[in-house]
């Protein structure tokens, strides 16, 4: 994989001059992804003004959602940024080789002899099981390590986190000091629907259980959550997804800065008779003479097999040469056939690059096509592109 902070500073290979616009590639990518740091932080921003006067903290899991762990967390630091939070310790360790400033919490929690993973690299574990707990316990008074640990309640999501019963069994433990909780923390299940009743009854039952955790900081906000209201922000907001451009409030236009932009190569122009079918399991026909650009990006490249074009069916658009322009038959492994029938001769040639995510197209508008959410395309952008890392901690 390719890493480039300025695609301006690639020129060997590049792609035609007059395609203005188009990223300068190494020869032999097969595309180009492009993530946009200052319009992550101008997210973040965003979303740090929506939720004061609580801290807003952010989620670099899942090499910060497939936009690479490294310069996301530089560029978030720099911007002000204090709490991190990723899914494992690997992902800690990554996040901590960015910057050694930020705080940053383990939300898959410790598993047993961790605790000396989670002390050399300063990390806190998000503590969601009594017998965790205990554990977590025992490596610090063997050790003297105090650097703390979350508590994870379960409030209505039924997946990590204490029982509210076994939560209000510790808050004695909170009332006796020198307790060694850092945060208290929930998480909301339907965050994204704003009218959805579990909402209220989540954030009932976390305000009447982290009140007892005196002096210890609350959280149960996600992305969604941060639009739900203030009382739903308590003292730290941990934005994951709509930093990254994910549309956070599904039912209303999105607020958020697009980060991810996403280009391939054509490899070949080809054409077909009417009648012939183009891709695995004939799916779909020509019902015309029809001009194919083959497209160098397929399902190992997180390109979902499901955009793909059916019979009958509209496929997501590929933006070739300015213009929509629809996936014709079944998305293979490595490469896709997009119909240009409608372009101009010789608009699209071998070696142009066509879009995949942004001009318009959104990767929300693509979880659509894939039957799924804009967290799974993001995570799932293949590492055969060259990528490019425009502003923040690039510049």
């Not at 901590?96 to 002899?113: E, H, M």
């Not at 009743?197 to 305000?207: E, G, I, S, W």
Request: charged share 20%.
């Amino acid at each position: 994989m390719n890493v480039v902070s300025d695609p301006k500073s690639v020129t060997q290979g590049s792609a035609p001059a007059h395609e203005a616009g188009q990223p300068a590639v190494p020869a032999a990518a097969t595309g180009a992804l492009t993530i946009d740091l200052d319009a992550l932080v101008a997210n973040w921003r965003k979303l740090e003004s929506r939720s004061v006067p609580a801290e807003c903290a952010a989620v670099v899991k899942a090499n910060a959602y497939g936009c690479g762990i490294d310069p996301v967390v530089r560029a978030l630091v720099a911007a002000g940024c204090k709490t991190l939070f990723v899914a494992t310790l690997d992902e800690a360790r990554a996040a901590r080789a960015a910057s050694p400033l930020p705080t940053i919490y383990v939300l898959d929690g410790c598993f047993q002899n961790s605790g000396d993973s989670f002390a050399e690299i300063d990390c806190k574990p998000v503590i969601g099981d009594l017998n965790e707990l205990a554990e977590w316990d025992m490596f610090c008074r063997r050790t003297g390590w105090a650097g703390g640990a979350a508590i994870h309640i379960d409030t209505g999501m039924n997946r990590l986190g204490l029982s509210i019963e076994d939560a209000q069994g510790i808050v004695p433990r909170v009332n006796a000091g020198n307790h060694g909780i850092t945060l208290v923390m929930s998480h909301l299940a339907c965050a994204e629907n704003l009218q959805h009743p579990l909402n209220a009854r989540q954030v009932a039952n976390f305000r009447e259980i982290a009140q007892l955790f005196t002096g210890v900081p609350a959280s149960l906000a996600n992305s969604s959550g941060i639009f739900l209201g203030p009382q739903f922000q308590f003292d730290l907001v941990r934005p994951g997804a709509a930093l990254y451009g994910v549309n956070p409030t599904p039912e209303a236009d999105n607020p958020m800065q697009p980060v991810v932009g996403l280009k391939a190569r054509i490899v070949q122009i080809r054409n077909v008779e009417r009648g012939d079918s183009v891709g695995y399991g004939a799916t779909w026909t020509a019902r015309r003479p029809t001009r194919l650009a083959i497209v160098s990006a397929g399902y190992a490249d997180g390109y979902f097999r499901a955009a793909g074009g059916v019979d009958g069916v509209r496929s997501a658009d590929i933006i070739v040469a300015g213009k929509r322009c629809p996936v014709a038959g079944r998305i293979s492994m490595d490469l896709m056939a997009v119909d240009i029938t409608d372009l101009p001769d010789k608009a699209a040639r071998r070696g142009h690059f066509v879009t995949l995510i942004g001009d318009g197209i959104t990767v929300d508008e693509l979880a659509h096509h894939y039957g799924t959410i804009g967290y799974e395309v993001l995570t799932s952008l293949g590492r055969r592109y060259a990528r490019f890392y425009k502003g923040g901690a690039a510049s």
